[in-house]
């Protein structure tokens, strides 16, 4: 292409000045490549699940989050898709900085990691020991009745907990006689179960647990949700070195011919029979001893004789396993100082 531009015109130009123009017309350009990791990062605060729970989580960049056990040795992207399928799981980021939720989904126990990629195969950093899986559901490592008589203690192979609730769940009795629960504690791997009366030294104690029975609130439960599996009727170890008791209350004067009545009080159910002087006291023979322990059982007569004598309550306990008891004292009958 021939410009005479600089010359005024052709016949004052010797040589005409040239120049050249190209035009590229749809020519792709090649992009930098993409060398910059995404950021990840955990929204909510679970630090404890299981399979079935949720994380929600958030990537700079589209791509993929990936949550992985700590015993995969991650370099690069390669190592975390490679990995055993128990040790991960993943979900797609389809906006950039925005929450998203990654179910988990049959993952083998333990402390997970978690990473992002982007599309191009970045790997970021890893949010490191950020939740722990535990899928493993709490079991029974011994059930005793305490020295007291009064609880039945349960050890757990993890911490446990559950509700208030009390009733429907268990199944327990001592030597065929059945008890309720009154109330629970738990503190870390020990469950206390407070009775409704006191189990007594050499009793044959059974113990059953039915979650099923109850409300899903009331159920032993570990600190991800597992539920402790139902524990079928068995005999458990009786630690109690509490006693079969029976008291007896005789008022401090006693005098031949005046009425009074005489009290005693059982540990547990039975029959009650009192007796004077050795003999069977009339009306106060095998009376029952029922109803929430301790029990009180009273008779009233009239002392038929003077000087020092022997008064007794014998408790025959219902639980034929249970000794039989006597409680007695000794008073001196007083001659009677008015008229009839």
Do not use: H
Not at 130 to 146: F, G, K, Y
Not at 308 to 313: D, T
Request: aromatic share 6%; hydrophobic share 40%.
């Amino acid at each position: 292409m021939e410009d005479w531009t600089f010359c005024g015109s052709r016949s004052q130009c010797p040589q005409p000045t040239y120049f050249s123009l190209t035009i590229f017309i749809n020519v792709p350009v090649t992009p930098l490549a993409d060398a910059t990791p995404p950021t990840v990062s955990r929204i909510d605060d679970r630090i404890l699940g299981k399979n079935g729970d949720t994380i929600t989580v958030s990537s700079t960049e589209v791509g993929t989050a990936y949550l992985v056990n700590q015993s995969v040795t991650v370099t690069n992207l390669a190592s975390i898709t490679g990995a055993a399928v128990a040790n991960r799981n993943s979900v797609s980021i389809s906006s950039a900085s925005t929450n998203t939720v990654l179910t988990i989904s049959s993952l083998n126990d333990g402390l997970y990691n978690l990473y992002a990629a982007d599309s191009a195969g970045n790997l970021s950093s890893g949010v490191l020991a950020t939740i722990r899986i535990d899928n493993t559901l709490p079991t029974a490592s011994s059930i005793a009745v305490n020295s007291a008589g009064t609880a039945i203690v349960l050890t757990a192979s993890e911490t446990i907990t559950n509700s208030s609730q009390v009733t429907g769940l268990y199944t327990i009795s001592d030597s065929g006689s059945a008890l309720t629960v009154s109330s629970t504690t738990f503190s870390a791997n020990v469950a206390t179960l407070n009775l409704s009366r006191v189990i007594p030294a050499g009793a044959i104690v059974s113990f059953a647990y039915n979650p099923l029975s109850g409300a899903a609130g009331g159920r032993w439960i570990d600190q991800a949700g597992n539920e402790m599996a139902a524990i079928s009727t068995r005999t458990i170890t009786n630690n109690s070195a509490a006693a079969v008791t029976v008291t007896l209350s005789v008022p401090a004067i006693v005098s031949k011919g005046v009425s009074i009545t005489i009290s005693a009080v059982a540990s547990v159910a039975g029959r009650v029979t009192f007796t004077f002087a050795g003999k069977r006291i009339p009306g106060c023979f095998n009376r029952a001893a029922t109803g929430t322990t301790p029990i009180t059982v009273s008779c009233t007569f009239k002392p038929a004789l003077t000087s020092r004598q022997v008064i007794k309550a014998t408790l025959i306990p219902t639980i034929g396993a249970y000794p039989t008891t006597v409680a007695s004292e000794e008073r001196f009958i007083l001659k009677r100082t008015t008229t009839r």
